[in-house]
């Protein structure tokens, strides 16, 4: 019996000092050990569908556009187009990107590197305001919001650009029983230029949108053909391709394109 406890003592101390071996590999007030940070991306680019139409529709301006800057912007650059009520999932998908050192907060320093574009249509331009408010507390800059025939939600405002948003636009029309936002304003014009509240007509310039369901083009038109414009969606794509390219990272672009519609 003195052998078995002797032998039992043994294990037991053997134990405790094998559990007391990482603590004894560095001083007990260093820093806690962080994994290596990653590069992150150039810019992040995110828009969102409106209605109940899916984040890969290649039917829907939203989609077409996120494709097309995927194509032309730095190979780096994060693209991404979510449902309107996935607001959640892509503020989590940019705090993750921003969050260079996995550590779980945004420092200074991370923050300071965020080169974040938004765009959405429908409730898809609202769901861009409600992030943008999302990033401002958590103290992330944006560059910039485009709302896209912006229609909110009972419980939603869509009209206030935060103060974290340096240039926001607005584009709607008028036609239908759904219509955009007219009119959107900054939280603060001393950090936010409201490049324009641009409408657009189009019972004088019709668009063909071939995809769309009879209930579209008897119902809602103008709301249809704002979602399928070529014409805009192009605009909106070089405007957001001229704040991606390292010229307009070094000088501020103070209005949109001179094609844009009159406001």
């Given at each position: ?14 134990m ?5 071996l ?81 550590d ?20 898809g ?15 992330v800059?944006?560059l ?57 007509d189009?019972?004088k ?34 405007m ?15 209005a ?8």
């Open positions: 019996m003195r052998r078995v406890s002797a032998f039992r003592a043994l294990i037991v101390s053997l405790v000092l094998a559990a007391s990482p603590a004894l590999s560095r001083p007990v007030d260093a820093p806690p050990l962080r994994p290596k940070a990653d590069a992150p991306p150039s810019n992040i680019v995110i828009g969102f569908v409106g209605g109940f139409v899916g984040h890969d529709n290649p039917h829907h301006g939203p989609v077409q556009l996120a494709q097309q800057i995927q194509r032309t912007v730095p190979q780096d650059t994060y693209v991404r187009v979510f449902e309107n009520r996935r607001r959640k999932q892509a503020f989590d998908s940019v705090v993750r990107l921003l969050d260079t050192n996995h779980g907060v945004l420092s200074a320093q991370e923050r300071a590197r965020a080169r974040i574009i938004l765009f959405g249509h429908s409730w331009a609202a769901a861009v305001v409600l992030l943008a408010r999302d990033l401002r507390r958590e103290g800059p944006v910039l919001t485009v709302q896209v025939d912006s229609v909110a939600k009972a419980w939603q405002n869509d009209s206030v650009i935060p103060d974290n948003v340096a240039e926001a636009v607005n584009f709607y029309q008028t036609q239908g029983i759904v219509h955009g936002r007219p009119q959107i304003t900054a939280a603060d014009p001393a950090k936010t230029e409201i490049l324009g509240n641009y409408r657009i189009y019972k310039d019709p668009v063909d949108c071939p995809q769309a369901s009879w209930a579209d083009r008897f119902f809602t038109p103008g709301h249809m053909q704002s979602e399928c414009d070529p014409n805009l969606w192009s605009k909106i794509e070089n957001v391709k001229q704040r991606l390219s390292p010229q307009a990272a070094s000088a501020a672009i103070s949109p394109d001179s094609s844009l519609p009159s406001r």
